[in-house]
């Protein structure tokens, strides 16, 4: 799994190099046309390809750190440095928003003479190499930072069509307020895609359950495990866009070590299968919950009596209350990462 995951991180950087040569491309030829033709819906689409370079230019950042291995400092990798690419990315859009809106505001006031002609040319070419990177990052799979790069890409083809049919309108009747007027409309498309990348980013920083999971379902799945008398301690969260990880204390009736493993193989084998949950900790207790004390997250500090095994892939058991004198029998096992991880 680790050869799969590691292909497909060379076939991401390789379509975000292409990608982004193109992009740079069309920045130039954008950049230029709108200076040639006064149009500010045409600078506002360089604007926009600019962000683009810079979330094309991030994304291939964040899967290179991703191919870095575990260390000391970094157990889980350096995964997450594409949660803040992608974070980063909607910041910048948000900036070039308000410029872009300052300056429409700016123009409706004033408006100013734009030549039509060079207008619709310059957004041709740009439509047709944006068409050719939106073909190149297809397939990104669930990769935040590709899928935040593809939006930006087809945002921008989305744009350049409202500018040729800007430019159409000047050429035809040589009303120049459509320019601003676009130029707001690209702003809008601009923010919504903006939203969509920061609640998603915000969300898996703050190791909330991720949008394609359903904790119930979950819930459900587990308790369908033979043996299982109770369960707690349940959280699920992301390390990266593509890679969640799941935590939880399971009871099971009184079973030999040899019996209990084969429960914990079982549970974790159905949790990737139909949830691509790849990196779990299950926590098997032959005790039952303890009673009054509640199992929120940080408040579960302290061993049961009778713990018989913890699979984990990663995640370090939970430390002993101070003052308890509790000395649990456990063993604990790194158990090899599951498929899909």
């Not at 094309?56 to 899967?63: D, Q, S």
Request: glycine letters at 10%.
């Amino acid at each position: 799994m680790e050869q799969v995951s590691t292909s497909h991180a060379r076939g991401s950087s390789a379509r975000l190099r292409l990608g982004l040569g193109l992009t740079l491309a069309i920045l130039l030829i954008e950049f230029a046309g709108g200076l040639l033709s006064h149009s500010l819906a045409l600078l506002s689409d360089a604007g926009h390809v600019l962000t683009d370079v810079f979330a094309l230019g991030l994304a291939w950042f964040a899967v290179e750190q991703s191919k870095r291995p575990a260390d000391k400092r970094r157990s889980y990798g350096y995964h997450r440095v594409s949660i803040l690419a992608a974070l980063i990315n909607a910041l910048t859009l948000i900036v070039i928003v308000l410029a872009v809106t300052f300056e429409a505001l700016r123009r409706l006031m004033a408006p100013e003479q734009v030549q039509g002609g060079i207008v619709i040319a310059t957004a041709l070419v740009g439509i047709a190499i944006n068409a050719f990177v939106i073909l190149t990052l297809r397939g990104g799979g669930d990769n935040l930072n590709l899928r935040a790069a593809l939006l930006h890409v087809t945002g921008d083809v989305g744009a350049s069509v409202g500018v040729i049919v800007a430019g159409a309108v000047i050429l035809l009747t040589g009303w120049l307020p459509i320019d601003p007027l676009l130029s707001l409309a690209i702003a809008a498309l601009i923010a919504y895609g903006a939203w969509q990348i920061m609640r998603e980013t915000v969300n898996l920083l703050m190791e909330g359950t991720p949008a394609g999971i359903d904790l119930g379902a979950v819930t459900n799945e587990i308790r369908k495990t033979d043996q299982l008398t109770g369960m707690h301690d349940l959280h699920v969260w992301a390390l990266s866009s593509d890679q969640t990880a799941l935590s939880c204390h399971v009871v099971i009736d009184d079973v030999s070590l040899g019996d209990a493993e084969h429960v914990v193989r079982d549970l974790e084998g159905r949790l990737c299968e139909r949830f691509a949950i790849g990196h779990t900790t299950i926590q098997v207790e032959s005790c039952h919950p303890c009673g009054e004390i509640h199992h929120g997250a940080g408040e579960h500090n302290h061993p049961h009596q009778h713990v018989v095994l913890t699979s984990t892939s990663a995640r370090p058991a939970p430390p002993r209350a101070a003052g308890s004198s509790a000395r649990p029998r456990s063993q604990t096992r790194k158990s090899n990462p599951s498929p899909g991880s």
